[in-house]
């Protein structure tokens, strides 16, 4: 027994992540017990840290899962590049010219926010990408007074 769902569209679409419920060992034995009682024989998981971490519960109860790497944090260990980087990167990029154009032609500073969670990557490979000034990502604590001098400093440049 299988299901295919084809999505011409990226991103969490379902609105399951992060179930509190499954979050217990109670809720994933339940949820190993539905999937036996559907007579599902295994499980393709596409997703993140979240999902592929909820597979692997999965399989310590010894349902068959397959995971694939497909988040845009790019976290997950001993993969290269994974599903939905290069999405979220072009589609930044995409913003980042556009808001660019604008904010050259008013000679204003522009901030923009990608999305990233705990992880800096999508930030740190857009900022390069599209030329930024600065970055700040969550693995580095920023100074507050560093960055406004560098601001500054870059308003005084032009």
Same mark, same amino acid.
């Given at each position: 027994?299988?299901?295919?769902?084809? *999505? /011409?569209?990226? $991103?969490? @679409?379902? %609105?399951?992540?992060?179930?509190? !419920?499954?979050?217990?060992?109670?809720?994933?034995?339940?949820?190993?017990?539905?999937?036996?009682?559907?007579?599902?024989?295994?499980?393709?998981? *596409? /997703?993140?840290? $979240?999902? @592929?971490? %909820?597979?692997?519960?999965?399989? !310590?109860?010894?349902?068959?899962?397959?995971?694939?790497?497909?988040?845009?944090?790019?976290?997950?260990?001993?993969?290269?590049?994974?599903?939905?980087?290069?999405?979220?990167?072009?589609?930044?990029?995409?913003?980042?010219?556009?808001?660019?154009?604008?904010?050259?032609?008013?000679?204003?500073?522009?901030?923009?926010?990608?999305?990233?969670?705990?992880?800096?990557?999508?930030?740190?490979?857009?900022?390069?990408?599209?030329?930024?000034?600065?970055?700040?990502?969550?693995?580095?604590?920023?100074?507050?007074?560093?960055?406004?001098?560098?601001?500054?400093?870059?308003?005084?440049?032009?």
């Amino acid at each position: 027994m299988y299901a295919w769902v084809p *999505i /011409g569209r990226g $991103g969490t @679409l379902l %609105g399951t992540q992060r179930s509190k !419920e499954f979050q217990t060992s109670e809720g994933q034995q339940a949820a190993a017990r539905r999937l036996e009682q559907a007579e599902v024989e295994g499980l393709m998981v *596409i /997703g993140g840290e $979240g999902s @592929l971490t %909820g597979a692997l519960k999965l399989s !310590e109860l010894g349902v068959k899962v397959a995971g694939i790497p497909a988040t845009i944090d790019n976290d997950v260990w001993g993969t290269e590049i994974a599903l939905g980087v290069d999405t979220a990167l072009n589609t930044a990029l995409e913003t980042i010219d556009r808001i660019k154009d604008t904010a050259s032609s008013h000679n204003r500073a522009h901030v923009i926010e990608v999305m990233g969670r705990n992880c800096g990557y999508l930030a740190l490979m857009s900022a390069i990408a599209g030329g930024a000034e600065a970055v700040l990502v969550p693995e580095f604590e920023p100074d507050p007074e560093d960055l406004i001098r560098f601001i500054m400093h870059l308003q005084t440049r032009q």
